[in-house]
Nanobody, 121 residues
């Protein structure tokens, strides 16, 4: 199986910064796209940012210019640097990894358990 573990969440004041990390481990042949999603109370899960194996990134409009996604392909880790945080960024942040477990298998989508980010006003 593939395990996905997030870390780095916490409580921060408006305007502050946090850095989330997500490490994938287990039976992994290759990793394609990695990404961060978030879900606020009473709302649907939404895309925050994604990054391909080649380093191409995509961001939700609400975080452009404030968040930066990056990855370390050697460590199978993806990061989310979050700056200028706002109360609207408060949510549980989930990591998603698209990975193959062998050369002949299809990509599977794997999720972490989530990490809470709370931005106080």
């Amino acid at each position: 199986q593939v395990q996905v573990v997030e870390s780095g969440g916490g409580l921060v004041q408006t305007g502050g910064s946090l850095r989330l990390s997500c490490a994938a481990s287990g039976r992994i042949f290759s990793i394609d796209a990695m990404g961060w999603y978030r879900q606020a109370p009473g709302k649907q899960r939404e895309l925050v940012a994604t990054i391909t194996s080649a380093g191409t990134t995509d961001y939700a409009d609400s975080v452009k210019g404030r968040f930066t996604i990056s990855r370390d392909n050697v460590k199978n880790t993806v990061y989310l640097q979050m700056n200028s945080l706002k109360p609207d960024d408060t949510a549980v942040y989930y990591c998603n990894v698209n990975a193959k477990r062998s050369s002949w298998s299809r990509n599977g989508s794997y999720w972490g358990q989530g990490t809470q980010v709370t931005v106080s006003s």
